[in-house]
């Protein structure tokens, strides 16, 4: 069993930035892909990243392509999202993921386990 706790949301203006956190408990994930969702308000969850087992691949979706970054820390079990130039379009609740792939993938139908995730809000 792999539980994962996300951190680093909050409120921010248009412009700004947040780093987010997904730590990973239970076992190692160091052979997992793990992506980041989001679900904003009356909208079905969406893909944001995602990053493979090595992190040398990754996957964004169009819309934070240029402005968002995935990178993981298998030796502590983390996997960050910087998330610059923030737009209020945004807002969302982020959950990250972890599926047992090899490669970074953008259907949340393969990812076996998730986060409660994070507020981030974004205002003009």
């Known amino acids: 069993q792999v539980r994962l706790v996300e951190s680093g949301g909050g409120s921010v203006q248009a412009g700004g930035s947040l780093r987010l956190s997904c730590a990973a408990s239970?076992?190692?994930?160091?052979?997992?892909?793990v992506g980041w969702f989001r679900r904003a308000p009356g909208k079905d969850r969406e893909f944001v990243a995602a990053?493979?087992?090595?992190?040398?691949?990754?996957k964004y979706d169009d819309s934070v392509k240029g402005r968002f970054s995935i990178s993981r820390n298998n030796a502590q079990t983390t996997v960050y999202l910087q998330m610059n130039s923030l737009k209020p379009e945004d807002t969302a609740v982020y959950l990250c993921?972890?599926?047992?792939?090899?490669?970074?993938?953008?259907?949340?139908?393969?990812?076996?386990?998730w986060g409660q995730g994070t507020q981030v809000t974004v205002s003009s």
């Open positions: 993921a972890v599926a047992p792939l090899r490669g970074p993938d953008p259907d949340p139908s393969k990812y076996s386990y």
């Open positions: 239970g076992r190692t994930f160091n052979t997992d892909a």
């Open positions: 990053i493979n087992w090595s992190g040398r691949s990754t």
